[in-house]
């Protein structure tokens, strides 16, 4: 071969090779995956989550964190998940891989006892990609684990194994989609369903919906409520599965968004009809959705209810319940005519049982528009059987025996079998069946007590949060239903529900329910459904209703409230927490989604302000009350040793900390008068701190400085004199000293290195600066502003400890100063008395001067030139507000309290 075609047949192969390379990376690489399609179509159900660190928090907001940490399934990922961040040297290395991807979990039934989990995370960057690689290579090089490799059907899985147990992980990486398993077969699954990539995916009926771009959606929920059934079976008893099937017949697949909020779990979204013969949908097809009317008769011991609402029961009753030859002729037009009397609704309810060991009452209600043409019917079939003419008394009912078997079934359908010669009573306009009249008796004492859902607040307030009108409601109670479920359940499954009963008695109620379209014969017609999993607000006083619109949001209390919203900064979130107290003592933490995630009951009213702590785990809220020391975790729990009991005699007027940073936290507590108190977060006080007493009163907060690893706690009394102790409540050398006048309010700080190089400024009451170190030095004084025997001034600063103005009331005038004593602003007021200001900073000569009134609730908002913010005051009944900037959009976010109303207000500067 010549050299010439030689160079000519290498750089065809070159041309080739480099134009294979560009059509992978233009049309190959670059072609987004759908990841719905690497799903297994036996999929029962599909979570799809994507903002995974508002995820978690959300779930701690709802106290669901824990109980989820209480399961075995979450305690082995956790543990999992440790073992990443161990291996990779840095924390919560596995939640920042997942950030803002979309993340699918799908659960598949894998044998006739067991299902399994496959989850799918994109990788998005090589960095990524690398930090998988790194991860994989570090078990590869530890002794305990065996990582391995194998082809099938021309792809590379990887096979990761303890070696101590065989149990670990098989994961697949299909074009950046990560794949992974504890059942090799899932993958496996995936690789084959790659093999027919025109097959329609499980979400194919849903593609054109994605909740996930809706805002305040956490993930989203597919179910193929075909293959339900299969799964429930692998928890509950076998003679339960022909009533799951027939539920569940409502509808094939559906798709719902899930939002976690407060005191709820709440799942919104749509199903699609079954359309297969024989299915309670083609058998409820057209018939109204009907409203839940029966609470006056429901009782509070209630566990499960199941609900119908349609027109007349004949639709439930065809085909019929029970062989044509089980019905005599002489009883046949009877039966026929009771079932012609029922109609709107029929439920079927189960109620509590003392022990798993006992059966539950189970009862078959159904509404009678005419009851006594019922009651004649009834009494001619117990004739026509030859039925006992005695009945038992309960209340002004009469239980009697039907003489029947199986009625319910003929009169409503096969779904109300199991009653096999059951007694009947008359409440009202509703027929009662009972298996005997031992259920019968208990549930009409209850009836008879007025111990019913239409009496219950709790139960009332859980309906009003339900759909109106309904064609399938199920309904549980999950503290009244939990004997009643260890019962329903396989023996093996029983002992995995025990460990998690806080997970399950999380949400003691439960309502899953179908909505039908209005017009079910249009093409595309779904049901709505709404599945809500709640929780009974705690405390004296709850947030019952919430607004939002485009300037901010609303949230309204049973109680009014009295104390200044406090903001907590939320990581992950645009938006901050609010903390707020109402006149029933009652702490309400709202979260950045306007809704109560706990309430707290305290023995008094706050001292403010609240500080932060860290806490292991997480962040912890530092406040006092008049008699106690508290400090809250995120979900409202004391931490350790709290909350501290000050001495009887002490009513606390000021808490501060030691500073951040500097060793074990120290707590200063002002007790009112000339008293002082130096604890530790264990309870202990310091030496003579027991109290430390003082000869006047405080002017205002003392402070707390670590200065060059020492203590200095900065005292100023209301006579001009300022005290610095150390931690032992010696006097520094240099003090106490005199400022030369009354003082009447705290010391704006500014740190140095040293003693000497830390200075603090005062203002007295005769209008002048004082600046001292704390060698007990006077640095400088100056005249802010002229005085008079009338006036009072006192120093305000920022919400940063960062500057501060000085303000001087005289009569009704009240006036603010630089300290330069340029004056910013003043205003007359009509009213007199105490009027609190506030100064915030939110730099680049972002300044708000926040002047409450309190008589008529008013709070006015300057800008750093004087001018009045939106031009109008705001109302307010708190003693002041709190404020954010949002320099993005030149947008201010106020939070205050109108009576019982929370209310967040956005609007922007002049």
């Not at 660190?53 to 989820?68: A, C, G, I, M, S």
């Not at 003679?239 to 509808?251: E, K, M, N, Y």
């Not at 203002?763 to 025997?789: C, K, P, Y």
Request: hydrophobic letters at 40%; aromatic letters at 8%.
């Amino acid at each position: 071969m010549s050299n010439k075609l030689l160079v000519f047949l290498v750089g065809v192969l070159l041309v080739s090779a480099l134009g294979s390379y560009v059509y992978y990376r233009h049309t190959v690489a670059r072609t987004p995956v759908d990841p719905w399609t690497l799903v297994p179509d036996d999929a029962v159900l599909v979570l799809a989550t994507h903002d995974h660190p508002t995820l978690v928090r959300h779930l701690k907001e709802t106290q669901l964190w824990d109980n989820l940490m209480g399961v075995r399934y979450f305690q082995q990922l956790e543990d999992e998940v440790t073992l990443v961040d161990s291996l990779t040297n840095t924390r919560n290395s596995f939640l920042r891989f997942l950030g803002s991807k979309t993340v699918l979990t799908s659960v598949h039934v894998t044998s006739p006892g067991t299902f399994d989990v496959l989850f799918q995370v994109p990788i998005r960057t090589v960095r990524e990609y690398r930090q998988v690689r790194t991860l994989v290579d570090a078990l590869a090089r530890d002794p305990d684990y065996l990582v391995t490799t194998r082809d099938y059907h021309d792809e590379t899985l990887t096979d990761i194994r303890v070696k101590s147990t065989g149990e670990g992980i098989t994961f697949y990486n299909y074009r950046n989609h990560l794949l992974l398993s504890a059942n090799a077969a899932l993958v496996e699954a995936v690789v084959l369903r790659l093999e027919h990539p025109n097959l329609p995916t499980v979400a194919a009926e849903f593609q054109s919906t994605d909740y996930l771009q809706l805002k305040d959606v956490d993930a989203t929920l597919l179910i193929n409520y075909r293959r339900l059934p299969q799964f429930l079976g692998l928890f509950f008893r076998p003679d339960l599965a022909s009533g799951i099937t027939t539920l569940t017949s409502l509808s094939s697949s559906g798709q719902l968004e899930m939002k976690l909020a407060g005191n709820k779990v709440l799942f919104n979204g749509f199903a699609n009809p079954e359309t297969a013969r024989g299915s309670l949908h083609q058998k409820l097809r057209d018939q109204p959705a009907q409203r839940l009317r029966m609470a006056d008769v429901l009782s509070i011991r209630t566990a499960v209810l199941v609900h119908l609402g349609l027109g007349s029961v004949a639709a439930l009753r065809t085909p019929p319940a029970l062989p044509p030859d089980s019905i005599s002729l002489r009883t046949a037009p009877l039966v026929d005519s009771i079932a012609a009397s029922l109609e709107q609704e029929a439920a079927l309810c189960y109620l509590a049982s003392a022990s798993p060991r006992q059966s539950p009452a189970k009862l078959a209600l159904a509404y009678c528009a005419n009851p006594t043409r019922a009651a004649i019917f009834l009494g001619q079939l117990r004739r026509a059987v030859g039925a006992s003419p005695s009945f038992e008394r309960v209340g002004t009912y009469q239980i009697y025996q039907t003489g029947v078997a199986e009625l319910p079934a003929q009169l409503l359908g096969s779904s109300f079998a199991g009653f096999k010669m059951p007694a009947v009573v008359q409440v009202g306009n509703y027929l009662a069946f009972g298996e005997d009249a031992a259920a019968l008796r208990l549930w009409l004492t209850d009836v008879v007590a007025g111990e019913v859902w239409s009496r219950s607040p709790t139960q009332v307030a859980f309906l009003q949060e339900m759909q109106p009108l309904a064609r399938l409601s199920i309904i549980v109670d999950t503290r009244n239903s939990w004997n009643v479920l260890l019962r329903a359940l396989v023996e093996e499954r029983r002992a995995g529900l025990l460990r998690s009963e806080s997970l399950v008695k999380r949400f003691p109620q439960i309502a899953w329910q179908f909505v039908p379209a209005a017009n079910e014969a249009e093409v595309g017609a779904q049901y709505f459904t709404q599945l809500i999993l709640r929780h009974p607000a705690v405390g004296t006083a709850v947030a019952s209703a919430q607004a939002q619109n485009d300037d901010g949001a609303l949230l309204t209390f049973k109680t009014p409230l009295t104390s200044t919203p406090a903001l907590v900064p939320v990581a992950g979130a645009r938006t901050p927490g609010v903390l707020v107290q109402d006149e029933a003592r009652v702490l309400h933490y709202v979260t950045p989604d306007n809704v109560v995630a706990w309430s707290d009951s305290l023995p008094g009213p706050l001292v403010e302000p609240l500080r932060r702590l860290p806490l292991a785990g997480g962040t912890g809220l530092l406040f006092a009350t008049p008699d106690r020391l508290h400090l809250l975790d995120e979900r409202g729990r004391e931490a350790p040793n709290f909350p501290l009991n000050l001495p009887d005699t002490v009513q606390a007027t000021s808490l501060t900390p030691s500073p951040a940073g500097s060793g074990p936290t120290r707590l200063l507590v002002a007790g009112g008068g000339g008293n002082l108190f130096l604890y530790d977060t264990n309870g202990n006080i310091f030496s003579n701190w027991q109290p430390k007493r003082l000869d006047f009163s405080l002017a205002g907060k003392p402070s707390y400085l670590v200065v060059g690893g020492r203590d200095v706690l900065v005292v100023p009394l209301e006579n001009g004199y300022i005290y610095a102790f150390d931690q032992q409540g010696s006097v520094y050398p240099g003090f106490p000293i005199s400022v030369g006048a009354r003082l009447n309010s705290e010391a704006f700080v500014e740190t140095g290195p040293t003693l000497r190089r830390s200075r603090l400024t005062v203002v007295t009451q005769h209008g002048e600066r004082v600046s001292f170190n704390l060698s007990g030095d006077i640095v400088s004084r100056n005249r802010v502003a002229t005085w008079s025997r009338t006036s009072r001034f006192r120093l305000v600063p920022d919400q940063q400890q960062r500057s501060y103005v000085v303000v001087r009331e005289d009569g009704g005038n009240l006036g603010l100063f630089e300290p330069t004593g340029r004056q910013l602003l003043t205003q007359n007021f009509v009213t007199s008395g105490a009027r609190p200001v506030q100064y915030f900073d939110f730099g680049n000569g972002r300044r708000v001067f926040v002047l409450t009134e309190p008589g008529p609730h008013k709070a006015y908002l300057y800008d750093g030139q004087g001018r009045l913010l939106s031009g109008q005051p705001f109302a307010s009944s708190a003693p002041g507000v709190d404020m954010t900037y949002d320099p993005a959009t030149n947008t201010y976010q106020l939070y205050r309290t109108i009576g019982n109303e929370l209310r967040r207000t956005a609007f922007r500067s002049n």
